[in-house]
Each structure stands twice: as structure tokens, then as C-alpha cells.
């Protein structure tokens, strides 16, 4: 089963993705506009991971792929809270001919209806680090408010950074 717009749909991630994913995981580009702490990853660590995706009922992860059916990023529904109705969303489009084309828009606008419409969520939150303006512009032209920022939660770039929350409600 797909989730599908005009330009994008998400599948599960599967075996056959490891390469995708080894590459953007070990992108220190792609790394550092990511929340969190990110290690190089061996294939076999992201083998591990890929096999333990369907342990739980409360994250959902996806590859994002292009209407060739081209992986170009991943996007996630985790920690969701099923009582409460509300998850975190992250996105990465990690395929850098796709970056900055209007993907991660039609993505995120994607997830959003799918968590609203059909798994009947009413809030979904985000983290974006201070230096990522790009993701900041995108959540903030789709309606996502700021909500509030957590200052020097990151050190990059040999300085310290905030953790900007955003969120949006059905």
C-alpha cells in the first residue's frame, strides 16, 4: 500500500532501499540540517534497522519516492499518541536532484493529510535546527506555527544552535 500525490508517494522501507539509505545516512550535508545526533552507519546498523521497522504501532516510516518511483527521502510519523492523537513529523529529501523543487512541500503537505484524514491525528509537531531557514520557510509557508525555541540545544559547526519547535492542528 502507497500513500500518493501528483509528484510523490510513500512505500514502507524495504531491504532493497539499504543503499539509499547508507548514502544519505552518511551525507554530512544532510546531516547537519537533521535534529539529533547522527553517526556514520554501516549497512549492516542500517540492515538492523530497516528489519526492526515494523516493531511497533506507533512509528511510521516511509520512503518517499518520485513519480519514476525513484527514492528521494524519507519521512516519518513517530512517537504517535493514539489516545492524545498527536505524533512528531520528520522529513529529509536525501536524493539532492530533488532538493529545494518543491518535494518536500508536496511531502510534507502529504504526511499532514494522511495524518488528519486518515489515521484521524489533530496535531502534528516538528523540530528544526536555527541555521536550517530552508525547512524553517517550508513549515512556516504550510501554516506550521513556531511554537517555541530551545536555546543552545545544539552544538554545530563549532557553535551552539536552538532547537526551534513547530506545530500544526487540524
Not at 510519523?77 to 492524545?84: A, F, M
Request: charged fraction near 30%.
Amino acid at each position: 500500500m502507497g500513500i500518493y500525490s501528483k509528484r510523490v508517494y510513500f512505500r514502507a522501507i524495504e531491504e532493497n532501499d539499504l543503499d539509499h539509505l547508507y548514502l544519505w545516512a552518511n551525507d554530512p550535508e544532510i546531516n547537519e540540517m537533521l535534529c539529533g545526533w547522527h553517526f556514520p552507519g554501516s549497512k549492516t546498523v542500517i540492515r538492523k534497522w530497516i528489519a526492526d521497522q515494523d516493531q511497533t504501532q506507533n512509528d511510521r516510516r516511509f520512503i518517499i519516492c518520485n513519480s519514476n518511483n525513484e527514492p528521494i527521502g524519507t519521512i516519518s510519523l513517530v512517537n504517535i499518541d493514539w489516545k492524545n492523537r498527536n505524533a512528531y513529523l520528520g522529513v529529509m529529501i536525501g536524493n539532492k536532484e530533488y532538493q529545494g523543487k518543491g518535494y518536500g512541500e508536496e511531502s510534507v503537505n502529504l504526511i499532514t493529510d494522511y495524518s488528519f484524514l486518515e489515521l484521524g491525528l489533530v496535531r502534528l509537531d516538528t523540530d528544526i535546527i536555527e541555521y536550517n531557514t530552508k525547512s524553517i520557510r517550508l513549515f512556516e509557508k504550510l501554516g506550521w506555527l513556531r511554537e517555541g525555541c530551545k536555546n543552545n540545544f545544539f552544538y554545530r559547526k563549532g557553535k551552539r544552535w536552538g532547537r526551534l519547535s513547530y506545530g500544526i492542528e487540524k
